[in-house]
DNA sequence: TAGAATCTACGAATCTTTTCGTAATTTGGC
DNA sequence: GCCAAATTACGAAAAGATTCGTAGATTCTA
């Protein structure tokens, strides 16, 4: 079991993260198209930023063809889990559940999420 | 109404705030005292910080006093909600639901926490 | 096959964050 | 009053994050 203490992209890394989770494997063109809707990054920015990334184990990358693949090292839920552990560490002195309860209160819900929350809450209680 | 968008302490100002937080007003010693336990950090090096964190507005300074004492500008619950509304945006697609549940799930929950938070989502629904 | 387009590598500039040393000032103890 | 201790101000170095230009290689197209 690794302990994951070092994973900890930075903003820009996270928006490239979020791309190839969404995406799946990508090259830097599709990162880059992805981004630019939303960021006015350079392309090569995009690049560099993704070859540290690799260099990190961020990401992995697959250089078979000329156009080098990279995808997410780590699944999309474990990282967002390490994220969500990192912010409690950080301002809610480690309870995940005091953040949860920030989060829920400061959003509104559907039912239909009530609802949801509610089931989960239920398997949590019976798993005990 | 203030919108507070640009409220992004970085991992140092906020483990200061945290200080600032629990301890009320507090002067430089205090807060490098208190984060030592903690962090290897010298004693100019919590002064400079404290400083930057005034000129932008994170904290206010009391300087009637030789030693200069300073508060949180904000209030921590506030400032947590923030916090977590930028990590949804981040890695949670807008999100503060799915940002909850991931809370919920990585950290065990006591019974009495579980029925916290079911209280909380009665009120949710109860306001609706 | 020549030229254009596309790609990676990489150095370097810039900006932000974090660190701390030094100087100057004030306070407290003796 | 004098000296040691504590305090602020501030410059600047160090470290980290972000940006992009340029060079060189490969591929595509006409």
Redesign the pocket.
Same mark, same amino acid.
């Given at each position: 079991m690794q302990s994951m203490a070092d994973f @900890?992209? +930075?903003?820009? &890394?996270i928006a490239i993260l979020r791309v190839l989770w969404q995406r799946g494997p990508s090259?830097?063109?599709d990162v %880059?198209s992805a981004l630019s809707h939303e960021?006015? $990054?350079? =392309? +090569?920015?995009?690049? @560099?930023? $993704?070859?540290?990334m /690799?260099e @990190?184990g961020l990401v992995v990358?697959d250089?078979r &063809?000329? /156009? %080098?693949? =990279?995808a997410a090292a780590q699944a999309q839920a474990k990282a967002q889990d390490s994220l969500v552990s990192d912010l409690a560490n950080k301002v809610f002195g480690g309870s995940a559940m005091k953040l949860a309860m920030h989060a829920l209160n400061q959003q509104p819900c559907s039912p239909e999420e009530l609802k949801e929350i509610r089931r989960m809450l239920d398997e949590l209680e019976a798993k005990k």
């Open positions: @900890k992209p +930075t903003n820009s &890394e090259t830097v063109r %880059h960021r006015d $990054m350079g =392309y +090569t920015t995009v690049l @560099k930023l $993704m070859q540290i /690799a @990190k990358r250089d &063809e000329r /156009a %080098h693949v =990279y």
